[in-house]
């Protein structure tokens, strides 16, 4: 079995910066590639980043490309989502999710899920 446990999420004011952290524990391989999503009120979850095993390869959401950066220490199996230049519709609770083989922005693909972060932005 992987747990994934989410962390860093918060308040924080239009244009600030806020860095989310995944730690993946249990049976988890670094060569798992993750992704990190995200779900606002009444929408449906929607694929924020992809990274690969190695750190190599990454893939952003338009929304929050140029603003957001993805990656990955595989010796302290974490991931991590660097969140700069936030606006008030990246408010949004966080989920980051593993899964073998490539990444996707396909969340159905994800095996392992973790419990999800808030993070709110406000105006």
């Known amino acids: 079995q992987v747990q994934l446990v989410e962390s860093g999420g918060g308040l924080v004011q239009a244009g600030g910066s806020v860095r989310l952290s995944c730690a993946v524990s249990?049976?988890?391989?670094?060569?798992?590639?993750m992704g990190w999503f995200r779900q606002a009120p009444g929408k449906e979850r929607e694929f924020v980043v992809g990274i690969n095993w190695s750190g190599s390869d990454t893939d952003y959401a338009d929304s929050v490309k140029g603003r957001f950066t993805i990656s990955r220490d595989n010796a302290k199996k974490t991931v991590y989502l660097q969140m700069n230049n936030l606006k008030p519709e990246d408010t949004a609770v966080y989920y980051c999710a593993a899964r073998q083989d490539y990444y996707s922005r396909n969340s159905y693909l994800y095996n392992y899920w973790g419990q999800g972060t808030q993070v709110t932005v406000s105006s």
């Open positions: 249990g049976r988890a391989r670094s060569t798992y590639a």
